[in-house]
């Protein structure tokens, strides 16, 4: 497929396509498409990026726990965090701590970051096609991903939601269905695993189903429900349970609207 997420011969990658024939079958039920968050779902990165933010915004003069930023900001884009940071403390937070952020996060990552437990296992099990659908760009991707050698095991088929499609993050539904389009899969085919609420909502407005996750270091008590009122079906710690649920949702039609 030629569907390059990460630019090739320098063109973005809303300038490729996907064409696809049906999808696989067995028996009367298509292999799903899954799509995979990044951060918290693939690589333990989460929590990474929470401790970060938060030294940086106390020292910025907004203070905030770690636990408060997984719980009220995992899935958003730093500047997003940032916006609404602002607007709960009415004050206005320096430009400067974009790039402190970046440059240390990158450097935590570098030094610290693993897979998800399970990750390589699953995906040398899992039937169906697959994507990475995140909010990180296409930049961070190649150091995340790379780093923890799952790179390879979705290249081409990783989209950055500020890269494709109108370029909005999550939760709008636009990752997910720019996914979709290019492997030519219908919403009801394609099973979203996600860990966070922004996630969860952009995949139920995208119409997909979807797999709440809180198996990565960030979880917090009541991370489950948070993920099923927004939307997931059901929700594992494990990813070795995503082959049954997958096997499970080819029979249930799902949660009604």
């Excluded at 997420?5 to 490729?16: I, V, Y």
């Amino acid at each position: 497929m030629q569907n390059w997420a990460f630019p090739r011969d320098s063109r973005p990658a809303t300038q490729t396509r996907t064409q696809r024939v049906a999808p696989s079958m067995r028996g009367d039920c298509p292999i799903m498409l899954f799509l995979f968050d990044c951060d918290g779902v693939l690589v333990d990165s989460e929590i990474i990026a929470a401790e970060v933010d938060s030294q940086l915004l106390s020292e910025f003069g907004t203070p905030i726990s770690v636990e408060d930023i997984s719980r009220r900001f995992a899935g958003l884009t730093f500047r997003k965090t940032v916006e609404l940071v602002e607007k709960d403390a009415d004050r206005k937070i320096p430009e400067a701590i974009f790039d402190r952020q970046k440059k240390e996060l990158e450097e935590r990552l570098t030094k610290n970051l693993k897979a998800v437990a399970g990750v390589d296992r699953l995906l040398d099990r899992l039937e169906g096609e697959r994507c990475v659908c995140s909010n990180s760009t296409s930049e961070r991707m190649r150091l995340t991903l790379g780093k923890t050698q799952l790179l390879e095991k979705f290249t081409p088929n990783v989209f950055s939601a500020v890269e494709v499609g109108d370029h909005q993050p999550k939760p709008s539904p636009n990752v997910y269905r720019y996914a979709a389009e290019q492997f030519g899969t219908p919403p009801r085919e394609c099973i979203v695993i996600e860990d966070s609420l922004f996630g969860v909502t952009a995949a139920r407005e995208a119409g997909m189903r979807i797999v709440g996750f809180t198996g990565g270091a960030h979880t917090w008590p009541g991370h489950a429900d948070v993920l099923t009122e927004a939307g997931a079906e059901t929700v594992i710690d494990r990813l070795a349970d995503l082959p049954a649920v997958a096997e499970a949702f080819k029979v249930w039609d799902g949660l009604p609207d």
